[in-house]
């Protein structure tokens, strides 16, 4: 007993000598700034900052500013921007087209067997080669790409990841991977020299069901019917630092005819690939394909992502780096009105300008530095995320943690769209999506909320069907071996609505969970440890 109750005494003293390191900006927190941040970022004037308007450049402008004012240091020569070069494209449906040779005949095939969403109009023939999933996760000891060379060629994959109904699976039971997703699986097969792609629904599960990965029918139909109160949005890609070769999706009457080909059916390949699991790649034999990407409109143009730099305290570590990160841009304006983002993401955006002060108001300065970035371009596919991360300002290789906030002001609510199962009372939670892929992140936070007190949630990290682990900017750095954790508050109706305003944000909630991430962020940058990241021995595209 004597020794628990100085056990105890130890903690709570180091707690209260943590506290005080950090009290000036931990206290300085304020939500009547938040509040202030908030109703200026979602305001009509923006127009609901789309990405490449001026709604977008307005907070692009504003965000550079309160960086300066908090005494942050540029990280682009004397500028806070840091240039993200985009594609701004339409697809034309009609005249893309996907040509199959079989020998000496051929078929040509228009949306909706074969479209592609690609920014370059260019010409690709191959061999056609089946990979698998498309997956290379060595320290699953799983690769798709052993044993067969896809150089020159168009390889054919499955979407998702091998074993995804079993709660034992190495790809995190019935959870998601990192591997999971449609641009990870482009830049893999990119860097393994194939020169387009061939995707297609892995064939037993989700032929409509539910799944790892996948949407139920009703789901389904609550996303079609609530994306007609959206805009009609071109695409956008990036210029440099994306995937470069175009992929195709497929329906199941092409994939049959390019199995039958092999000699094999798409079913059984898939079975024998779980049952292990291993991979099954072959060659296609005798069989071509010549992928033909058309688009009706494309532009290049920039949006920058927003940085800014405070130094660590230790001469020694200062050169390691923590991230800060959000995303300023949304859906801009609909059929319905303005879609004004408050919760996505000025949430996020006005959280990481309120840290950037904290940290910098804070007079002990934690021993490695700080960087508070907001990115370009996210609701169009993490091309700002995606661009910094082939782009660094600063090394990711002694990038330590980075915590991404998307969506942080609202309590989490049942939404058609979503299937999920959701607490009672959701007015003191916080999700945190990928801890799995580092526990040491997870303690430290947990460590930290002591102090704050908010109930934290992980259930995305074993939930796959929603796809949540893709759908923000922490990914990319996943991607390269950096702990990067999602903090989230959840879905609601209102998400890509023109109903997502400043006046249903829940303050009080959005301070605390930017006093836990001050805690945080400030012990991963001043501890004598750093978070491991499991399973570090990934293929990197």
């Known amino acids: ?46 127009e609901g900052r789309r990405s490449l308007e001026r709604g977008s450049e307005v907070a692009i402008q504003w965000i550079a500013s309160e960086f300066a004012k908090a005494g942050l240091k540029p990280l682009v020569g004397a500028s806070y921007l840091q240039p993200v070069p985009l594609i701004e494209f339409t697809a034309d449906r009609a005249l893309t087209t996907l040509v199959v040779r079989y020998g000496d005949t051929s ?62 699976s190495i790809f995190n039971g019935r959870g998601n991977t990192r591997y999971a997703n449609a641009t990870y699986k482009a830049l893999n097969a990119q860097r393994h020299g194939a020169i387009g792609i061939l995707s297609m629904t892995d064939p037993n599960n989700h032929t409509g069901g539910a799944g790892r990965g996948g949407r139920g029918g009703a789901q389904a139909q609550a996303q079609g019917q609530l994306a007609q109160t959206r805009p009609r949005i071109p695409s956008e890609a990036l210029a440099d630092g994306g995937p470069e070769i175009p992929t195709f999706t497929i329906s199941a009457q092409i994939a049959d005819g390019l199995f039958a080909a092999g000699g094999k059916k798409a079913g059984d390949v898939q079975t024998a690939i779980d049952a292990g699991p291993r991979p ?92 508070f970035i907001v990115f370009a371009a996210e609701e169009r596919g993490l091309l ?36 999920t199962e959701i607490s009672p009372d959701t007015s003191n939670e916080l999700g945190l999506i990928g801890t799995h892929y580092s526990p040491d992140y ?64 829940n303050f009080e909630k959005m301070a605390k969970i930017l006093k836990l991430a001050y805690a945080s962020g400030f012990e991963f940058a001043d501890s004598p440890n750093v978070p491991k990241l499991v399973g570090k021995a990934m293929s990197r595209p």
């Open 1 to 46: 007993m004597r020794i628990l109750v100085v056990f105890l005494m130890a903690s709570l003293a180091c707690a209260q000598q943590t506290k005080g390191r950090i009290a000036e900006g931990f206290d300085s927190i304020q939500v009547a700034r938040l509040k202030a941040d908030l109703t200026f970022l979602s305001s009509d004037a923006l």
């Open 107 to 168: 078929q040509t095939y228009r949306a909706p067997d074969a479209t592609a969403n690609f920014a370059n109009e260019v010409a690709v023939s191959g061999q056609v080669v089946f990979g698998g999933y498309g997956i290379s996760a060595p320290e699953l000891g799983y690769d798709d790409y052993a044993g067969i060379d896809v150089t020159g060629k168009v390889v054919l994959i499955f979407g998702h990841e091998p074993q995804e109904n079993d709660e034992q």
């Open 280 to 371: 099954m790649s072959f060659e296609v034999p005798h069989t071509r394909v010549e992928l033909r990407p058309v688009l009706s409109e494309r532009r290049r143009a920039n949006s920058y992502n927003v940085a800014g730099l405070l130094e660590g305290s230790d001469p020694a570590l200062r050169a390691e780096t923590v991230i800060f990160s959000g995303h300023f841009d949304h859906d801009g304006t609909g059929p319905l009105g303005i879609l004004h983002g408050a919760d996505d993401n000025g949430s996020g955006t006005a959280g990481v300008v309120e840290l950037a002060r904290a940290f910098a108001l804070n007079r002990v300065k934690p021993k490695r530095s700080l960087v």
């Open 384 to 419: 700002g995320a995606y661009y910094y991360v082939s782009h660094p300002l600063r090394p990711l290789a002694t990038t330590r943690a980075e915590i991404n906030f998307d969506m942080i002001g609202r309590n989490e609510a049942a939404d058609p769209r979503v299937q």
């Open 442 to 505: 997870r303690a430290v936070v947990e460590r930290a909320n002591e102090m704050v007190g908010l109930k934290l949630n992980y259930k995305w990290d074993r939930d796959a069907s929603n796809q949540v682990l893709f759908r923000s900017d922490q990914y990319p750095f996943l991607q390269r071996d950096v702990p990067a954790v999602w903090w989230f508050t959840g879905f609601h109706p209102d998400y890509h609505q023109v109903t997502d305003t400043v006046e249903k944000i």
